[in-house]
């Protein structure tokens, strides 16, 4: 295995106060990583709030926040409707966007996001990847990160979000893999899904072993299966939803823990398959080859 060079170039011309900028050399390719931080204009956005005197913040909020870091963030993103109901939120709380910049500037955040970033890239290389911050002070966005299309992840920030660093560190491989290996196909079937995710799962273990794939019940996983099996290949949105989070008879995240227990399954079937094949097999392939029927 090549030796790695790691290299950090720390706020470098061209980069904003908010931007750590680092590079990783194996000889064979160079990967750039920015970690960029939406918090840097929050105290603009929050003065401009209140000498408006609007409480409805959306145009604001695109305009302040989201604009200066647009073409590094979501510009070009194949999955930048994901992010549509944080960008239409209308009403911001200034007082919680203060104390979560407060708690972001304390913090030892970019730290973690980039040994997340170079740890994961040890495993897995890929093109040039923008990680940025945005605060998120609303609790009905329960989203922790969004993968908005290659190189580009977003990561949401409170105090609620993550239990620990090590739950960040993971929630960081999981998307670094989607980023790596994100389709311009989007009209998955509920099969691609699952795997789409359950890839992302079994990357992020591989990363941090002692991270947690989410639980299904052994005592339920045969009658759950019997319930989606017939259903592997619609490509209703709301079918998908309620079994990839959750919802009716399915627990929740359901969809993300049966694709980490194929890709699981596959993988002890196919040990010689490594990650660079494995991350573009189509999703019927993964599932005929894997063990999870008879398991």
Same mark, same amino acid.
């Given at each position: 295995?090549?030796?790695?060079?790691?290299?950090?170039?720390? &706020?470098? !011309?061209?980069?904003?106060?908010?931007?750590?900028?680092? +590079?990783?050399? #194996?000889?064979?390719?160079?990967?750039? *990583?920015?970690?960029?931080?939406? &918090?840097? !204009?929050?105290?603009?956005?929050?003065?401009?709030?209140? +000498?408006?005197? #609007?409480?409805?913040?959306?145009?604001? *909020?695109?305009?302040?926040v989201i604009k200066p870091i647009w073409d590094d963030c979501f510009n070009d993103g194949e999955y930048l409707p994901l992010l549509n109901n944080y960008m239409e939120s209308e009403n911001h709380n200034i007082e919680k966007l203060l104390d979560l910049k407060n708690e972001y500037d304390n913090s030892n955040l970019d730290d973690i996001v980039k040994r997340a970033l170079e740890e994961s890239s040890n495993l897995l290389v890929g093109t040039s990847t923008n990680v940025c911050i945005l605060p998120s002070d609303s609790y009905n966005n329960p989203s922790k990160a969004v993968t908005v299309g290659k190189g580009k992840i977003v990561l949401f920030?409170?105090?609620?979000?993550?239990?620990?660093?090590?739950?960040?560190?993971?929630?960081?491989?999981?998307?670094?893999?989607?980023?790596?290996?994100?389709?311009?196909?989007?009209?998955?079937?509920?099969?691609?899904?699952?795997?789409?995710?359950?890839?992302?799962?079994?990357?992020?273990?591989?990363?941090?072993?002692?991270?947690?794939?989410?639980?299904?019940?052994?005592?339920?996983?045969?009658?759950?299966?019997?319930?989606?099996n017939d259903i592997l290949y619609s490509e209703n949105y709301t079918t998908q939803q309620k079994i990839m989070f959750g919802g009716g008879d399915y627990p929740p995240l359901y969809g993300y823990g049966l694709g980490y227990r194929i890709m699981d399954?596959?993988?002890?079937?196919?040990?010689?398959?490594?990650?660079?094949?494995?991350?573009?097999?189509?999703?019927?392939?993964?599932?005929?080859?894997?063990?999870?029927?008879?398991?």
């Amino acid at each position: 295995m090549k030796k790695l060079i790691l290299f950090f170039i720390l &706020f470098l !011309y061209g980069c904003s106060d908010s931007t750590l900028e680092f +590079e990783k050399n #194996n000889y064979d390719n160079v990967q750039e *990583f920015n970690i960029i931080s939406g &918090f840097e !204009y929050i105290p603009r956005f929050i003065s401009e709030i209140e +000498e408006s005197g #609007n409480k409805k913040t959306t145009s604001a *909020f695109k305009e302040i926040v989201i604009k200066p870091i647009w073409d590094d963030c979501f510009n070009d993103g194949e999955y930048l409707p994901l992010l549509n109901n944080y960008m239409e939120s209308e009403n911001h709380n200034i007082e919680k966007l203060l104390d979560l910049k407060n708690e972001y500037d304390n913090s030892n955040l970019d730290d973690i996001v980039k040994r997340a970033l170079e740890e994961s890239s040890n495993l897995l290389v890929g093109t040039s990847t923008n990680v940025c911050i945005l605060p998120s002070d609303s609790y009905n966005n329960p989203s922790k990160a969004v993968t908005v299309g290659k190189g580009k992840i977003v990561l949401f920030y409170n105090e609620i979000l993550f239990e620990s660093d090590e739950e960040i560190s993971s929630t960081i491989a999981h998307e670094y893999f989607h980023s790596v290996n994100t389709e311009s196909d989007t009209n998955f079937t509920l099969l691609d899904y699952i795997l789409f995710e359950g890839k992302a799962e079994y990357f992020k273990k591989l990363v941090y072993p002692q991270s947690e794939a989410v639980p299904i019940d052994p005592s339920k996983e045969e009658h759950y299966w019997d319930l989606v099996n017939d259903i592997l290949y619609s490509e209703n949105y709301t079918t998908q939803q309620k079994i990839m989070f959750g919802g009716g008879d399915y627990p929740p995240l359901y969809g993300y823990g049966l694709g980490y227990r194929i890709m699981d399954e596959f993988i002890k079937k196919n040990p010689d398959i490594g990650i660079n094949e494995w991350k573009t097999m189509k999703a019927e392939d993964i599932l005929n080859m894997s063990d999870y029927f008879d398991n």
